[in-house]
């Protein structure tokens, strides 16, 4: 999967932290799927890909 636009990091990939443009997606994506039955295993999964992804 290729980003639209690159993110720049300030950190390295092996810290596996989040910064603060990917924190605020999750956390829109959290509010709009809540009520999804799966949403936390899928909003896991994503913070383990943008983790990973330089």
Do not use: C
Not at 20 to 31: G, K, N, Q, T, Y
Request: glycine share 2%.
């Amino acid at each position: 999967m290729v980003h639209l636009k690159p993110i720049s990091r300030t950190t390295t990939v092996q810290t596996g932290t989040t910064d603060a443009v990917e924190s605020v997606i999750l956390l829109l994506m959290a509010i709009i799927f809540k009520d999804w039955d799966n949403f936390a295993q899928v909003a896991q999964n994503l913070q383990k890909y943008f983790a990973k992804t330089p």
